[in-house]
T-cell receptor, first 111, second 116 residues
């Protein structure tokens, strides 16, 4: 059972375009994290969102946590080749210490 | 250390052999996690440690898998009698304490295991 659904699974776009990646669940999370992973490396934390409705910005990346804390989105403005990577969302339910991971969105930005 | 260190970075082994994967967490991090990742896929949780204790081993795929942590620091993941389906990247992560909200995970670069 995939408790966190990420979409799309794969996205290939041209440099300069905008995109949105989604992370959806029927479960409530106390927090949600977004990671980016490049080939041959481990995931690196981008942001943690905690409050329902919260919006966080990291340069051209905008992260939003749903009001009900069941879903999140990542929006990239004017994508650049350096944004290429596997984007993973992970939810924390506090009830145990395991993060619930999405399957990831593989993003390719073509120059 | 500056980050989570895993060794070896690559391991090729014959089916049926035992392998030992090592993880050196960030100094002072009390929580340590092992994950498995198939090519380009999401993360499969294996086990976590709080100090030297692993309260829940149910994520380990089979009884051929075991893990230990000593001195609240280095951890080893051992796979006995390796099978081809064990081929994957094994990632280790550490965090200052359990519970991700205020204590994000820091990952190593993984060990790529290939069973031939």
């Amino acid at each position: 059972t995939q408790l966190l659904e990420q979409s799309p699974q794969f996205l290939s776009i041209q440099e300069g375009e905008n995109l949105t990646v989604y992370c959806n669940s029927s479960s409530v999370f106390s927090s949600l994290q977004w990671y980016r992973q490049e080939p041959g490396e481990g995931p690196v934390l981008l942001v943690t969102v905690v409050t329902g409705g919260e919006v966080k910005k990291l340069k051209r990346l905008t992260f939003q946590f749903g009001d009900a804390r069941k879903d999140s989105s990542l929006h990239i403005t004017a994508a650049q080749p350096g944004d290429t990577g596997l984007y993973l969302c992970a939810g924390d339910r506090d009830s145990n210490y395991q993060l619930i991971w999405g399957a990831g969105t593989k993003l390719i930005i073509k120059p | 250390g500056a980050g989570v260190s895993q060794s070896p970075s690559n391991k090729v082994t014959e089916k049926g052999k035992d392998v030992e994967l090592r993880c050196d967490p960030i100094s002072g991090h009390t929580a340590l996690y092992w994950y498995r990742q198939s090519l380009g896929q999401g993360l499969e949780f294996l086990i976590y440690f709080q100090g030297n204790s692993a309260p829940d081993k149910s994520g380990l795929p089979s009884d051929r898998f075991s893990a230990e942590r000593t001195g609240g620091s280095v951890s080893t993941l051992t796979i006995q009698r390796t099978q081809q389906e064990d081929s994957a990247v094994y990632l280790c992560a550490s965090s200052y304490y359990l519970g991700a909200k205020g204590s994000p995970l820091h990952f190593g670069n993984g060990t790529r295991l290939t069973v031939t």
